[in-house]
């Protein structure tokens, strides 16, 4: 795997994420979209108030600190069952690879590292294969990788 190619990807998912946080964020603003984005106020009020101004078609990360302030109340009453399963989903989802992150990193990344026992002399040059299940040979120590890869499962 080459280390270039990766950084080329992880940026482009990057760009694609800032992307759409910025259009999701300008889209909400917008008075067409009023419906989409907020209809259960919609069906509780009769009125809404179009605010011509630029703010509109600026792009704020308000929403984010305002959706994580909210409790899952607040979440039911305004958007309803679906959206509290939804938030649960992604905590959940963002606990358990987040435990998974570090244990890798801190167990299973080092085993398959030292696995092949040969000298790393230009790490920073190096493919990332060495950090893979691919360098820890054929009858090499396998108990100590399935080991702690149970570990990690069983903690997760």
Known sequence: MNLAALLTSA??????????FSL???????PSN????????LATRSSTNVDIS??????SPTWVMKACDTTQDE????????AVAFNRMIIFSIRVFSV???????LVLPV?????????TDIPFESLEAFTIENVKEGSRWYAQCLI???EVFII
């Not at 940026?11 to 759409?20: A, E, M």
């Not at 009023?34 to 106020?41: A, D, E, P, S």
């Open 149 to 151: 890869f149970c570990m």
């Open 11 to 20: 940026g482009i998912n990057i760009i694609v994420c800032v992307v759409l």
């Open 54 to 59: 630029l703010e509109r078609f600026v792009p």
């Open 112 to 120: 398959n590292y030292y696995a092949d026992h040969r000298m790393h």
């Open 100 to 106: 998974a992150a570090i244990i890798c990193n801190i």
């Open 75 to 82: 979440l039911l009453n305004i958007g309803g069952l679906d």
């Open 24 to 30: 999701y964020s300008i889209l909400r603003k917008q």
């Open 34 to 41: 009023v419906n989409v984005y907020f209809g259960r106020r």
